[in-house]
């Protein structure tokens, strides 16, 4: 059964850059796509951006000047950076594998990592 | 971006009672190639992540027990408790994968009455 663990900087001052990464367990991370999603308290769920094992990438285009999603094969993990955070962007983050290709629904998920940006 | 509407935002039911939330999209998650709505329930409860309940709008996931049932087409989606337990006591949300960004609904917060 597919774990994903997630971990990453939780306190950030505005205008820093957020850095998590996830870890896959259990299953090949070249079967699936994966993902970053958020939770804003009060505003509900918003999905950030995927990722494949060939380096095929998509972003929410709300946050793709600012979004940069990555992977490393090798160590099957797969990283989330998000540059000039403001307090906006105070959220648990979340990392989620996709169902099946070209029908993402979330399936399996990270811990969640609250991140909270204060000055 | 495609718009996923919630209702209600919050209900209280009693136990044993049956538990129905509405979802709504902005635009038909219906392809006609394969005839499939692009539809996602979860359930959220507090301090954990969500967990898939249905996908393709009515198919259960594995461990989902029966008294869960998801129904619609189209633009318009259920999620069915047919018979409240206390472990229903949750945040239920929806989410349309038939464009990108995917979207959620805004959640519906179901309590015990």
């Known amino acids: 059964q597919v774990q994903l663990h997630q971990w990453g900087a939780g306190l950030l001052k505005p205008s820093e850059t957020l850095s998590l990464t996830c870890a896959v367990y259990g299953e090949s991370f070249s079967g699936h796509y994966w993902s970053w999603i958020r939770q804003v308290p009060g505003k509900g769920l918003e999905w950030i951006g995927d990722i494949n094992h060939t380096g095929e990438i998509n972003y929410n285009p709300s946050l793709k000047s600012r979004v940069t999603i990555s992977a490393d094969m090798y160590r099957e993990h797969f990283s989330l950076t998000l540059e000039s955070v403001t307090a906006a962007d105070t959220a648990v983050y979340y990392c989620a594998r996709e169902g099946q290709w070209l029908a993402p629904w979330f399936d399996s998920w990270g811990q969640g990592t609250q991140v909270i940006v204060s000055s | 971006d495609i718009v996923m509407t919630q209702s209600p935002d919050s209900l209280a039911v009693s136990l044993g009672d049956r538990a129905t939330i509405s979802c709504k999209s902005s635009?038909?998650?219906?392809?006609?190639?394969?005839?499939?709505?692009?539809l996602a329930w979860y359930q959220q409860r507090p301090g954990q992540p969500p967990k898939l309940l249905f996908y393709w709008a009515s198919t259960r996931e594995s461990g989902v027990p029966d008294r869960f049932s998801g129904s619609g087409s189209g633009t318009d989606f259920s999620l069915t408790i047919s018979s409240l337990q206390a472990e229903d006591a949750a945040v239920y949300y929806c989410?349309?994968?038939?464009?990108?960004?995917?979207?959620f609904g805004q959640g519906t917060k179901l309590e015990i009455k």
């Open positions: 635009q038909s998650l219906l392809y006609t190639s394969n005839n499939k709505n692009y």
């Open positions: 989410q349309q994968y038939y464009n990108s960004p995917y979207t």
